[in-house]
């Protein structure tokens, strides 16, 4: 059996999720929206300021009878913020205004009060003039109605939250999170902070593809883990291609006699088979009640390598998010790597360089923790030297 | 009146929010704790494997018996991960095992079944050898009891998670996010999507203030508006303290007549004052309920660079995150400032350097969506050319 070419089974496996990219967008409520990514370009439903009104504390006059000070003027009103319509300005006379309240008509010019003494409730002498305009924020000096205020693609910061409940924005259209299920399989398998039996061992392959499918914009909705029995599988199975729009499997693919997972899917129309890469040679794929199913082998370094080189990128591509790209960095030390399979080693950044990190053994999951990259090692390379740039694949991280 | 330094105002905030960094750490779920802080070193309470297993589905063999090859060997049984206490090997003999099957005892070799010729149920002939110890995982070859697993202050990332998971913790201690409450003060304030009445306007410094403290780890338990009535800002504030670790207000903290922070909180023992920088220059704090209040200006720019240059790095640390470090960074474009004023304007990365966004109001929330940065100009700066280096304050992003 000749093995795949992992860019061969990263293209067959964009193809199966191609549906993730069609998924209408979300209105999400702007209190949540913080971190999420908008699916079309917001523009401004209206003017800000929303209406000309005063950047100080002050009176609001006109700047041709306060330009001999100092000036003694009338005093017709109090203006606060939200105080309604505004009056209409006589000029020679004076409204005492708050910041932010709307400017009277035909005033042009706030006096800060600091620049005032007060001579009565209904009087007051203005003791500096100013130039029309200043200390007036006219309206649309900010934005205007039409203008471009978010552009699609942006991750929501807190200052895009702020300027879109400024402008009255209660809804945000972002991009839906792909919905993400789990099935983990393996009969030896339990639950962290259970009681293990002899032969079984913590499943870490549930937690990881939760993590990684989230990590990377998707919505985890559920969970599960067969026993190496069919119907159990079949069950989970159906469940998770009735809630999500992927659903992951791990375990089960491989040479045993217990392959649950390929024994299920195979009469489905599943195709399973290697692909020339190490860890995650065998790779399976589906698709179930029309949803796409990507059957990962269990070990943990293999599961976790499977998602990153081919899932990863189309999943943050459904959510919005850009792409992570790999980079060059020189090898601190020399490595050997078996030929005929493209290689993914686990690998640290260390300062512009990246050394490698444990050995080859898909088990290793405790030391994949220090890894932050893998190193892309090509079929056809046996021995890099120390110094040699190599590709290296950032591994997903907390977004 | 005499205007505080930021320094100094720096100083005294840091202070008044010491308490936020002897909050007790919070055993979190595994399953929840993805993106939080671990706020321990985690060692492991295990080794990993748990138990000497087989890499491959094969057959466990001792390498001295299958040193001349083809051998053909008696097959006592069939091993499967999860199968419990491992039988004893007899020399000369076979179990048939699954990949990560626990290894009989005795056996020191997995021959890989695609090296294998079946003869019966009983009986396989092994086609090539193996050195003693291939194809198995000793017992601790990932990680030993004891040994470090994560580092306290380290971001949990997916392959932390799955690390954990393998080691069977159910839960992780982590830095617990600072609970904060927001108050925004204004009779002119209402929230986006209801209808605004003459000279109102969208409260943005709400959710500016949520989303931003949201950004830098805390966990918001409250986001509330008071009118300009004391008694309702009371109530406000009481519900506030008694549910949080500090309190946000913003407005009502200036010069005009209607202060309802200012006037309120004063009476409490609020110290308010002005600090000689632009935006932002008036601000309060007090202890109330024993609960920290940071009482920020209105205008939503003034609002927004109190928060990073006063109580960003505080809640950053209270929730266990990195700070966030200043750059120098080229003027793209020549800019003035006003002097006797430290002066934090909008500005954006561009390439290496860093070009002023909007003008200098801060009422220009709109504008500041556009910005990345806070250019941070010296109070004795008037001028600055083009290319001259700035230092330059990255603004809270989503973590």
Known sequence: MSARSVEDHQEHVSGLLAALHTLAPTALPLTEALGSIVSADVTSPVDLPLFRNSQMDGYAVDAESVRNTPATLA?????????????????????????????????????????????????????RGRAAGEFVRERGSDITA??????????????HIAALAA???????????????????????KSAGTQLNPGEIYDSNGPALASLARANGADVVSIARSTDDPDVFRELLSYATSVADLVFTSGGVSMGDFEVVKETLQPLGA????????????????????????????????????????????IRRAAGLPPIASERRPLTAALRSIPGKRQFLRGRRSGDGVEPVSGTGSHLVAMMAWADVLLDIPADVT??????????IPLSAWN
Do not use: C, W
Request: glycine share 12%.
């Open 75 to 127: 005093v017709r009103g109090v203006l606060a913020a939200g105080s309604g319509t505004p009056p209409k300005h006589l000029v020679g006379s004076a409204f005492r205004i708050m910041t932010g309240a709307p400017m009277p008509e035909g005033a042009d010019t706030v006096i800060p009060v600091e620049d005032t003494t007060g001579v009565s409730k209904h009087a007051v002498t203005i003791n």
């Open 146 to 159: 039409g203008m471009l205020l978010v552009r699609e693609g942006t991750r929501l910061e807190p200052r």
């Open 167 to 189: 402008v009255g924005a209660a809804t945000v259209i972002t991009y839906t999170p792909p919905r993400v299920a789990v099935i983990t399989t393996g009969a030896e398998l």
């Open 271 to 314: 195709a399973f088979g290697h692909v020339a890469m190490q860890p995650g040679g065998p790779q399976g794929s589906a698709v179930v009640n029309e949803v796409p199913i990507l059957s990962f082998p269990g070990n943990p370094v293999s599961t976790m390598v499977s998602f990153e080189v081919f899932a990863r990128e189309n």
């Open 383 to 392: 021995e890099l030297d120390a110094g040699t740039p190599v590709s290296v």
